[in-house]
């Protein structure tokens, strides 16, 4: 069914996966994506061409989030289960119709047409039924909602669908719904990323895409081996990727270094420390809600420590427990601190990474922060121009950041 007014786009059928899109004829090799599907196809793109407009949202509806989560957030409902509220926003006239579109969507797994809530383990629909909760005890007075049932099932589309909105650092901003952007499926080899612009979500290429090739993005962070990869893939979005970067395991190697000792630990050793390094991991974030900084950069250097016996400092595991102490030292104002973690994170970032990263463009940014605000200016716009860099493909170089970027390095 050829699409009206989109640039040529047609609805098609991907054996294994459902529905989907792909383009005919996209004006000037852009691709406008409107429909809802659950496969997207390019017409064609350079690296760091913009997708064109994905979808616009209204002033409104930005309005309502910054009410909502304040009104949330004071009520003790974290930052993390806030997407799943921000369905009583939307609920309120056209915005339930933009809502209802989700039903195209996926309702809990990122490549799959089916609905996967008979897979949501207890955990998972307890939160749902305490966002329920708190969504009609806040809201009730002023708004109507659809049944106990139905509510799960958005709720849980919003929860697979939803977006984390974040600044240039990738810092939490806020969390939002974008029906069309979220018909991609995942490949931990992304051609393209998503960005955000005041309203509007904007999809850019980060590699060459052939005419008739699926557009891919990442649900997840990519720095982490296959395994752990498909463990939060499995938990989240209840399937198992199959992607090039998967099926070859080409880069898990490098990201579980071990040291180069003159007695090599055992294989049960390097089993046992990344046993230990998950746990770890897992207890830092619960500790985060409940723990003093000092207590926070403790378990990261205890935890450095005992991983170092085995691990070299590049070692995935080891950055991450390097990074979650680099933001505790910035927590603390600790800049010293905080520019000697970035030092050692950011070289092998660049490794484990792909080309157009985020992540690496954020390390980037804070380093070169960090180092003007400690008058290494030289270092400092270098760091910043690494950090514009990439940028300019992921985020486009008429970005507001990139301006902000620039206008840092000539007031210093």
Request: charged share 25%.
């Amino acid at each position: 069914m050829r699409a009206e007014g989109l640039g040529g786009l047609e609805r098609f059928c991907s054996p294994g996966k459902g529905r989907g899109l792909r383009a005919l004829a996209a004006p000037g090799g852009g691709l406008a994506v409107l429909l809802p599907g659950l496969c997207l196809r390019a017409h064609g793109q350079r690296a760091g061409q913009p997708l064109r407009v994905l979808l616009r949202q209204e002033r409104r509806i930005v309005q309502m989030w910054k009410m909502q989560a304040g009104i949330l957030l004071q009520c003790g409902v974290s930052e993390r289960r806030l997407a799943h509220a921000q369905a009583g926003m939307f609920s309120h006239g056209c915005f339930w119709g933009k809502l209802e579109s989700l039903g195209d969507c996926k309702t809990n797994s990122k490549d799959s047409g089916q609905t996967d809530l008979d897979k949501l383990d207890n955990e998972k629909k307890d939160l749902i039924q305490s966002d329920i909760a708190a969504l009609h005890h806040f809201y009730s007075k002023h708004l109507e909602f659809p049944d106990n049932d139905g509510l799960v099932v958005l709720f849980a589309q919003v929860n697979c669908n939803g977006f984390t909105i974040e600044d240039e650092e990738l810092s939490h901003l806020g969390s939002a719904i974008f029906p069309d952007v979220a018909l991609m499926n995942h490949s931990c080899c992304p051609n393209v990323i998503v960005t955000y612009k005041g309203t509007l979500a904007e999809v850019r290429a980060v590699q060459e895409i052939k005419p008739g090739e699926e557009v891919f993005t990442s649900y997840i962070d990519l720095l982490y081996p296959t395994e752990d990869r498909n463990d939060r893939l499995r938990d989240s979005y209840f399937f198992t990727c199959e992607c090039q970067e998967c099926t070859s395991k080409d880069k898990d190697k490098a990201k579980v270094e071990i040291r180069k000792l003159s007695d090599p630990p055992k294989a049960e050793a390097i089993r046992d420390m990344v046993r230990y390094a998950r746990n770890v991991i897992e207890e830092f974030r619960r500790a985060k809600h409940y723990k003093s900084p000092s207590e926070l950069l403790e378990i990261c250097e205890l935890s450095q420590e005992k991983m170092s016996s085995v691990f070299e400092d590049s070692n995935v595991y080891m950055l991450h427990m390097m990074y979650q102490a680099m933001g505790v030292c910035l927590y603390m104002q600790d800049w010293e601190g905080a520019l000697q973690y970035g030092q050692k994170i950011i070289k092998p970032y660049s490794k484990h990474y792909p080309l157009y990263s985020l992540n690496v463009a954020s390390m980037w940014l804070k380093l070169g922060r960090l180092y003007m605000g400690l008058e290494h200016k030289a270092a400092g716009e270098k760091a910043l121009k690494k950090a514009i860099a990439i940028m300019e493909v992921a985020h486009g170089k008429d970005h507001p950041y990139i301006s902000e970027i620039k206008q840092e390095i000539e007031s210093h």
